[in-house]
Nanobody, 125 residues
Framework: QVQLVESGGGLVQAGGSLRLSCTAS????????MGWFRQAPGKEREFVAG????????RYADSVKGRVTISRDNAKNTVYLQMNSLKPEDTAVYYC??????????????????WGQGTQVTVSS
């Protein structure tokens, strides 16, 4: 059974940085497109960034483009989300997701079949 475990969340001041990690059990990461999503209180879960299974160019939501970088280390079964220049509106629970069928990391949460438990990111103003 695949498990995804996120870490690296916390409290940071506006303008600061955080790096989130998502470690998977098994070898799912090397055969999956991976995505990061977030959900703020009272809002729907939204796509943040995705990295495709075998295509180099990742994709980002317009709201984070230029401030966020997604990367993967298949040898460590880990996907990272480096977030810089954080804003209060980035405050949310961040979720890692894996899509075991299909090559592309899409912004549609329903394309993903494995999810982590989430890690809280809070950005103070």
């Amino acid at each position: 059974q695949v498990q995804l475990v996120e870490s690296g969340g916390g409290l940071v001041q506006a303008g600061g940085s955080l790096r989130l990690s998502c470690t998977a059990s098994g070898r799912i990461l090397s055969n999956a497109a991976m995505g990061w999503f977030r959900q703020a209180p009272g809002k729907e879960r939204e796509f943040v960034a995705g990295i495709h299974r075998s295509i180099a160019s990742p994709r980002y939501a317009d709201s984070v483009k230029g401030r966020v970088t997604i990367s993967r280390d298949n040898a460590k079964n880990t996907v990272y989300l480096q977030m810089n220049s954080l804003k209060p509106e980035d405050t949310a629970v961040y979720y890692c997701a894996a899509r075991s069928s299909g090559n592309l990391a899409t912004p549609n949460m329903y394309d993903y079949n494995y999810w982590g438990q989430g890690t809280q990111v809070t950005v103070s103003s």
